[in-house]
């Protein structure tokens, strides 16, 4: 199983960013697809993960500006960011765990670099 990200780049404060992430190779089901984000000296945090069949999950620092969304049936979640700020500078991965050919995974991407700078 591999997890693609794209999207990452340079933005100015208040401005706006959308992240793909498709997971491929042989998955019978997922169970959840979502983001997570690590800021340099930082751990790495959850931004947003959509459980199949279950309720979306926001960190409270993103609620009301990023938007997740995507379908863990066709093995791609996208990640709209608005009102960007300086703080939401990190790499943002994205992370996949369910069935596939092996048994049980979880995996993540290879990150996708957010900088929100003037």
């Known amino acids: 199983v591999q997890l693609v990200e794209s999207g990452g780049g340079l933005v100015q404060p208040g401005g706006s960013l959308r992240l793909s992430c498709t997971a491929s190779?042989?998955?019978?089901?997922?169970?959840?697809m979502g983001w997570y984000r690590q800021a340099p000296g930082k751990q790495r945090e959850l931004v947003a993960v959509?459980?199949?069949?279950?309720?979306?999950q926001y960190a409270d620092s993103v609620k009301g500006r990023f938007t997740i969304s995507g379908d863990t049936s066709e093995k791609t979640v996208y990640l709209q960011m608005n009102s960007l700020k300086p703080e939401d500078t990190a790499v943002y991965y994205c992370?996949?765990?369910?069935?596939?050919?092996?048994?049980?995974?979880?995996?993540w991407g290879q990150g996708t670099l957010v900088t929100v700078s003037e």
């Open positions: 190779g042989t998955i019978f089901s997922i169970r959840h």
């Open positions: 992370n996949a765990a369910g069935l596939g050919f092996e048994g049980q995974f979880e995996h």
């Open positions: 959509i459980p199949t069949g279950n309720t979306i």
